[in-house]
């Protein structure tokens, strides 16, 4: 994928996380989702940093070039699970809706 | 209430053709895209295709162009995903999702239940 997260992440209960996105281009948002075992995805960030209704503000975005991050903070379990960025690309020989490779959470 | 609603699981053999489906709800199919994305266990979410429904203006994955065919039906309600001959790599869940955008900013905010395809001899 054009899109680089971390194979995965963990943490303590009530601790906090960040996962990176890198390789997005500057000329498109950044959107995330959680996909928790044997559950659609959700959809969890918009536009690099919007939360959809519902959506806990334990959970924030923010990108800056061609970097973008999800936090988690006040880790709990039910967060765990892999966690995908999305952008769009337009460099591969066509336009295309790109995924990141995923990062698994794990609340230790 | 947004609902995206696919059609059951499948077991098919290698070179067999497949049709799934998403059935939408709640909301004005025509005028938003609906995409698939498959998912393979522990090879994380692949985007294949999309389509808005209105006029059926289609983009499709450059590695999967050719290999799948994705349609809509604006009197069901209804997207599609076709195989034309299944192979053993085509296994995989396959979800279907709603995204107000086709390119550029799009993402996906209603997803179906997802459809798991077995291809095996």
């Known amino acids: 994928s054009v899109l680089t997260q971390p194979p995965s992440v963990s943490g303590a209960p009530g601790q906090s996380v960040t996962i990176s996105c890198t390789g997005a281009?500057?000329?498109?948002?950044v959107h995330w989702y959680q996909h928790l075992p044997g559950a659609a995805p959700k959809f969890l960030i918009y536009?690099?940093?919007n939360r959809p209704s519902g959506v806990p503000d334990r959970f924030s975005g923010s990108k800056s070039g061609t970097s973008a991050f999800l936090a988690i903070s006040g880790l709990q379990a039910e967060d765990e699970g892999v966690y995908y960025c999305?952008?769009?690309?337009?460099?591969?020989?066509?336009?295309?809706?790109?995924f990141g490779g995923g990062t698994k959470v794990t609340v230790l | 209430e947004v609902q995206l609603v696919q059609s059951g699981a499948e077991m098919k053999k290698p070179g067999e053709s497949l049709k799934i489906s998403c059935k939408a709800s709640?909301?004005?199919?025509?005028?938003?895209?609906i995409g698939w994305v498959r998912h393979v266990p522990g090879k994380g979410l692949e985007w294949m295709a999309i389509?808005?429904?209105?006029?059926?203006?289609?983009t499709y994955s450059p590695s999967l162009q050719g290999l799948v065919t994705i349609s809509a039906d604006t009197s069901m309600n209804t997207a599609y995903l076709e195989w034309s001959s299944l192979r053993a790599s085509d296994s995989a869940t396959y979800f279907c999702?709603?995204?107000?955008?086709?390119?550029?900013?799009?993402?996906?905010?209603?997803w179906g239940q997802g459809t798991v395809v077995t291809v095996s001899s």
């Open positions: 999702a709603r995204s107000e955008a086709g390119i550029g900013t799009g993402f996906f905010d209603f």
């Open positions: 709640g909301y004005n199919f025509d005028i938003y895209w």
């Open positions: 389509i808005y429904p209105e006029d059926s203006e289609t």
């Open positions: 281009s500057s000329d498109f948002d």
């Open positions: 536009g690099n940093y």
């Open positions: 999305q952008s769009y690309d337009s460099s591969l020989g066509g336009s295309a809706w790109v």
